[in-house]
């Protein structure tokens, strides 16, 4: 007797259910090990500190063909809860919508390749493996989520051939983009230090805010690049410049500023910091001001260039939602930046105009559609 379809939309209300804000594995990763190990598959708990993560796979380990799915269960904090028209973790269906914290981003993406992948091994078992990353650390550090697994995978010689990540890509309406890269994320804190003393004193004084200043416009004023063949123009923002100086009549000692930059493929984050430096030791010799320098790489520029696995998934999202996907570059940082060392990868999913918001929610077709493109990935993969 055939098995019924798992309901991908079921799935999702309970993992919105679980309460997984990072760190919080909250029950998620429990209710995937235990659907996915009834579906025959091989769960491994990858937990490294304090953070749940779960691996699991379906078929021959160092099989010639393993496709792969990543993704997390940890979400965003809910904010003001009185802000919200449903609770939060209630999964609340209503006027074809799912509401809760993780519907969109992304416990629908991963309830869908979870019921995809569980129905084509119980149906028509391909030949090869399905392999599953979960981690509950995508919305944090992310220091011990992807990366404790792709580790744990390297140490215990498990390989995807290539990998989908369900994260939210489409602007606006289902099918309409495919992410084959991200740009780059880093971000420097600067710290100028000169001396301190009275207004009416300058001389007698060594004041860090023009130097600050003239640091920043250089900075901020110089153009990094005019774009890519697959990348918008490189950008650098000052997010926020401090002296905690309440006082008119003092020229503070010290100043500090932070910058963000999201880089495309024509650096790499080594040659940003060298250039930063270059600039920072300018104004340094410049003013007579001692200056230092901290940075945060989240990720480097990556892409997978146009070819078989982008084609794949563009063909199986055109047949389900009758939408030709445009390849992007757009967005933020995601998982995807750590699985483009082990295999290549490519991101889609739903539309992601709610996610991190307050009533966060999915439209319920949508999580079923997301399954049907799944799917036919799978299939098409292993045909």
């Known amino acids: 007797m055939p098995f019924p379809p798992l309901d991908a939309a079921r799935l999702t209300a309970d993992l919105i259910r679980c309460a997984s804000v990072t760190p919080e594995e909250g029950g998620a990763l429990q209710l995937l ?11 491994v708990r990858v937990d ?13 380990k160092g099989a010639a063909r393993a496709f792969g ?8 904090p809910v904010g003001d809860v009185e802000a919200w028209s449903v609770p939060p973790f209630g999964a609340v269906e209503k006027a074809g919508m799912l509401w809760g914290r993780g519907a969109t981003d992304m416990k629908s993406a991963v309830a869908a390749f979870v019921a995809a992948a569980v129905d084509m091994v119980r149906d028509a078992p391909p ?3 399905i392999i599953i990353t979960i981690t509950g650390d995508e919305e944090g550090d992310a220091v011990d989520g992807t ?6 995978m390297a140490a215990n010689d498990e390989r995807m051939t290539a990998c989908l990540v369900g994260e939210p890509t489409c602007p606006e309406r289902m099918g309409e983009m495919i992410k084959i890269g991200r740009r780059g994320s880093l971000s420097a804190w600067f710290a100028l230090t000169g001396v301190q003393g009275h207004s009416a004193y300058p001389h007698r004084a060594k004041n860090p805010l023009p130097a600050m200043a003239r640091l920043m416009d250089r900075l901020a004023s110089h153009t990094l690049d005019s774009g890519t063949a697959h990348f918008d123009p490189s950008t650098l923002a000052v997010v926020t410049i401090d002296t905690g100086n309440p006082a008119t009549n003092v020229i503070p000692a010290s100043c500090r500023a932070t910058v963000n930059i999201r880089f495309n493929d024509a650096h790499t984050s080594q040659s940003l910091i060298a250039w930063m430096q270059a600039e920072l030791d300018g104004v340094s010799d410049e003013f007579g001001v001692a200056c230092e320098m901290r940075v945060k790489v989240s990720g480097e520029s990556f892409l997978t260039p146009p070819g078989p696995l982008s084609d794949l998934v563009t063909r199986a999202v055109e047949a389900e939602t009758g939408v030709k996907p445009v390849l992007s570059t757009t967005g933020g940082t995601s998982d995807a930046r ?3 060392d082990h295999c290549p990868v490519v991101e889609f999913g739903l539309v992601g105009q709610t996610m991190h918001q307050v009533d966060e929610r999915v439209e319920v077709a949508q999580i079923h559609q997301l399954k049907a493109i799944y799917a036919r990935i799978l299939s ?3 045909a």
């Open 338 to 340: 750590f699985v483009k």
């Open 33 to 43: 090990e235990q659907v996915l190990t009834g579906a025959g598959f091989t769960c």
């Open 48 to 60: 490294r500190g304090g953070i749940a993560n779960l691996f699991a796979r379906w078929g021959e």
């Open 380 to 382: 098409d993969y292993f």
């Open 69 to 76: 799915f990543n993704g997390h269960t940890d979400v965003v």
């Open 127 to 129: 030949k090869g493996a």
């Open 147 to 152: 990366v404790a697994l792709l580790d744990w």
